[in-house]
């Protein structure tokens, strides 16, 4: 269940710090953003009913992710980011994670917190007293740490004359690829992985690195390899499958 969570929390987050607030609802998501989101949101939310044993938690942690974007709103000039990364190129890139990285990651921590305190609730019982170190939130700060790696170098490897299409679509192809996956083991606690729960992973992070590829960047899927690590080095997974090289 973890694993749907990291996917859930990434989508939720990113799609609030890189969407302009002023925008209307139906217009702020393209309609493959909203299918992945919503096939995510509803595991997500079942996960936080069942677990907390509450019907309220779920809106907690989405009042929290809300909250987020205003804490964020306090320290970075959004409008301002916007435009630069919507004109992100070969050119520019240096100068602007050489401006935006410290930034990010000195308030992630102060404006995620809340969320990472309320989502734990939405670990199964077990998880949580086990997994604490490793919660999806706990993870986030390796993803910026990727993001601005060489300047960003990630996001134009491939030479794509659009560096940022890719990740755009980036949660479409894990909603498309992570079905099986998520129908496998949407009931099963991590601990009770065996080979077959394993290579239903596998096989999803294969169909999610096939479509970054035609898309024309493989490498981004190092960010979906965030939490596939975690979850290979933490289960029985570690005897069946191989830790990619680069993570």
């Known amino acids: ?33 909203r299918d992945a989101i919503e096939q995510l949101k509803e595991h997500f939310e ?10 309220v938690t779920y809106a907690e942690v989405m009042e929290a992710v809300a909250e987020t974007t205003t804490c964020f709103g306090f320290k970075v000039d959004f409008g301002i ?29 102060e404006c995620l917190e809340p ?42 490897a491939g030479n794509s004359e659009n560096p940022t299409e890719c990740f755009g679509n980036y949660f ?10 998520v129908s496998e083991t949407n009931a099963k606690s991590r601990q009770k992985y065996a080979e077959p729960e394993c290579r239903v992973l596998e096989e999803s992070r294969d169909c999610v690195l096939n479509k970054l590829s035609d898309c024309g960047n493989s490498k981004l899927i190092r960010f979906f390899d965030v939490p596939y690590t975690a979850i290979v080095k933490e289960t029985e997974c570690k005897n069946f499958l191989r830790i990619p090289e680069f993570s």
């Open 172 to 181: 479409s192809y894990i909603q498309r690829c992570m079905k099986n996956y």
């Open 46 to 55: 079942d996960a936080c009913t069942r677990n907390s044993d509450s019907a």
């Open 115 to 156: 969320v990472g305190e309320l989502s734990k609730l939405c670990l199964d019982p077990g998880a949580q007293r086990v997994e604490a170190p490793d919660f999806p939130l706990y993870l986030l700060p390796q993803v910026v740490d990727l993001m601005c790696e060489d300047s960003g170098a990630i996001l134009l």
């Open 81 to 109: 980011l916007l435009t630069e990364w919507r004109n992100l190129d070969k050119t520019n890139r240096a100068a602007f994670f050489e401006k935006y990285c410290p930034v990010i990651k000195n308030i992630s921590t």
């Open 1 to 33: 269940m973890q694993f749907h969570i990291v996917l859930f929390m990434l989508a939720m987050l990113t799609t609030a710090l890189c969407k302009p607030a002023s925008e209307e609802s139906n217009e702020r998501y393209s309609s493959k953003e």
